[in-house]
């Protein structure tokens, strides 16, 4: 059987990756979901591409899996994946979305797996001085009132979780962007054994919201 994580390069993955293996689980595959639908209700899409390098920077095998990312629909993709993968415990950077953990819980029930999240109504202040303090982590996209996209780009630091606290309370975004109003891209973790160096980047903006595209990216000394 193979124990494998849901990565999708970004804080939440990658930092239930580490509390996983702190915990004692020997992790042997990172899977990537690839979604056509930029919408997916499932699955993180900025910079997915990139996830190999972070496997490579972890020493871990990964492996990418598509699916068109349609509601539901995509769920079934996930389970294939895990089938063909004979995986027999699934760690996955769950924090509280119950659309996502109940879909995910009964497929682990259904294939008889266990679903490990680490994560799982985690204190949002603690994980993110968590990632300030020992991660590199930058914000790739933004989509929510009281997120600017001057943000794009930027790494998660004490001056940053200021400013998310101000939008919380001010406009109630999630502190661990739950609700879709951010996502991120690990450029450094404890476990990696080298960082990512971004190369070449670039930023769409539509009105407030905005994308920060990694273009080109390489391993570089820590």
Known sequence: ?????????????????????????????????????????????????????????????????????????????????????????????????????DRINAIAKRLGIEHMAPLWHINPVQELNEIAGRYEVIITSVSAEGLGTDLLGKRIDNEMIGRLKEANAKHGINLVFEGGEAETFVLDAPLFKKRIVVEKSRTEISGTNGVFYIERATLAAK
């Open 1 to 101: 059987m193979t124990n494998a994580c849901l990565f999708s390069g970004g804080k939440d993955s990658t930092l239930a990756l580490h509390k996983a293996i702190e915990l004692g689980a020997k992790i042997d595959l990172l899977i990537t979901m690839k979604s056509a639908n930029k919408e997916s209700y499932m699955f993180h899409c900025p910079n997915v591409e990139i996830a190999p390098l972070q496997a490579e920077a972890l020493g871990i095998r990964h492996a990418f899996a598509a699916t068109e990312g349609k509601k539901e629909e995509e769920l079934k993709d996930l389970e294939k994946t895990l089938v063909d993968n004979n995986v027999g415990l699934l760690v996955t950077g769950a924090t509280f979305s119950r659309y996502q953990a």
